[in-house]
Each structure stands twice: as structure tokens, then as C-alpha cells.
């Protein structure tokens, strides 16, 4: 009994699925118009689409050479990045274009620039506004480091010579004989007391007036290091590349098809329910 429901359940599978074939062969000839009419759609469509374009550049960061070989960075890429936003891209820039350019910092003193849209002009424009902005940006950052530096020193030495002066004025020539009688003195303990501590006093201001001349030296020195520093610039690396980005003709033709064979068949399975409701209803 059970072998039997089993054979009539897949003899009722097979003459649907059967029937399902024979209803799509017999529509073929709507299909394959549906197909054709999607694929001439998507033909017509691709004939409107324009390449894009996609141009980059490479941006080295400028820095200062500092004693010892080191580098310090006019501006840390990411701070860069942020005012270039601020300051360039909001306020001048298209948003449709704001949206396709990219900005990629590359290890500590690169950063990369890539713009996408219909016209290389407009990106070699763009990009060469952002080149022409950092190179602005960066002479008048390093112009303003290097005078905040400058007037900090200039600061430190002013206020170390008026402490030299403070010290010397504190190291009189009476105070300078007093060394010499020390000795002769010795017997009166109070008057010896007075004068080891006036000795020991001005031995430690001679000590501190060392220091602070060798400190005034080295800041001379740091002045005149930054007086005649050397500073790289910012510059692009080579020249802003382009590349033409054409459309996807095969892939759009291909989706054209395969959208018009689904659709055919859901037109040939809505007009064969269609005319199964009517003879129903009859």
C-alpha cells in the first residue's frame, strides 16, 4: 500500500513537472522576446555610459633635520588629513567628489590622494589644488615652527643672562677676600663660622654660575642649529597618474539577459494562472 502512494506521488511529480516544461516550451516565443527586449535595454544603456577616470598621487611630508640625523615631520599625516578636510575639501570641493577621493596615509611621512570621476581634467585639477594647498600649508607651518622656536630660545637665554648677572653681582670682591683672610680668623669661632658660610654660599653660586654658562652655551648653540637648519618641503612623488576605468559592457549585457529569461518566465507562469482562473470560473 505504501509502495503504491509512493509511485503515484512521483508519477503526479513527473506529469507536473512535465507540464511545467510544455508550458514553458510552448511560450518560448514570449520569453525569448522578454529576453531580447531586456538585453536591447541593456545595450541602449551601455551606449549612455562614459569611462571614468582615476587619477592619484604620492605626497611625501616635509620635515626638519634635526641634530643627529633624526627627522621631525612639519605635520603628521593624519593632522593633514583632518585640515585638508577642514580647510580644502568642505568648503571647495564638490560632494559627489568629495565622496570618490580617497586619502591613504602610507607608513609615517606618505600619504596617497585618488580621486574617480568622469573627467581626468577635473581630477588632475583637484589633485593638483590639494598639492599646490599642502605646499602653502607646510612653508608657513615650518616658517612658523622655526620663529616659535627661535623667540622660545631667545626667551631662555635673556632670562639665564639675567640670572648670571643676579649671581655675579652676589659674588663681590669684597666677598672674593674674605676667602684670603679665612684662614687668619680662625681663632675667633664666631667670626669663623660666619665666613665658612658665606665661603660655602659663594661656592655653591660660583658652581651654579658654571651651570648656567654651559647651559647659555648650549642654547647658543641649539640658536644657531636652528638658524641654519635645513628643511625638506613637501613635494608629490613623480607625476599625478590616470587611469581609464571603462564600463562593464559584458556584465551589464549579461545581466540584461539572465534578468529577461527570470522575467520571461514569471510573465509565461502569471498568463498560464490567469487562463487557469478563467477555466476555472467557466
Known sequence: MANVSKQSLSVEGEIDLKEIFKILFESKKLIIS?????????????????????????????????????EELIETPSKLSENLKVDLIYKSMDQDLFNSLIIEPLENK???????????????????????????????????????????????????????????????????????????????????????????????????????????????????????????LSQPIGDIETQTIMPRNKLIISLGFVIGFIFGILLVILKNSINTLREFKT
Not at 40 to 48: D, G, P
Not at 198 to 226: C, G, H, P, T, V
Open 34 to 70: 522578454t529576453i531580447f527586449i531586456f538585453t536591447f535595454i541593456s545595450i541602449i544603456y551601455i551606449t549612455t555610459l562614459k569611462p571614468s577616470f582615476s587619477s592619484s598621487t604620492l605626497v611625501e611630508i616635509g620635515y626638519f633635520e634635526m641634530p643627529g640625523g633624526t
Open 110 to 232: 606618505l600619504i596617497r590622494f585618488e580621486l574617480t570621476s568622469k573627467s581626468s581634467e577635473t581630477n588632475i585639477q583637484l589633485l593638483s589644488s590639494i598639492i599646490n594647498y599642502i605646499d602653502e600649508r607646510h612653508k608657513q607651518l615650518s616658517r612658523s615652527v622655526n620663529s616659535q622656536k627661535k623667540n622660545l630660545l631667545n626667551n631662555q637665554i635673556d632670562s639665564l643672562k639675567l640670572e648670571i648677572e643676579y649671581i655675579k653681582s652676589k659674588l663681590s670682591d669684597q666677598n672674593q677676600s674674605t676667602y684670603l683672610n679665612l684662614i687668619k680668623d680662625l681663632n675667633q669661632e664666631a667670626q669663623a663660622n660666619s665666613r665658612l658660610t658665606m665661603f660655602y654660599e659663594n661656592l655653591r653660586a660660583s658652581d651654579k654660575l658654571f651651570s648656567l654658562k654651559q647651559r647659555e652655551a648650549s642654547l647658543l648653540n641649539d640658536l644657531e642649529f636652528i638658524s641654519k637648519q635645513n628643511i625638506t
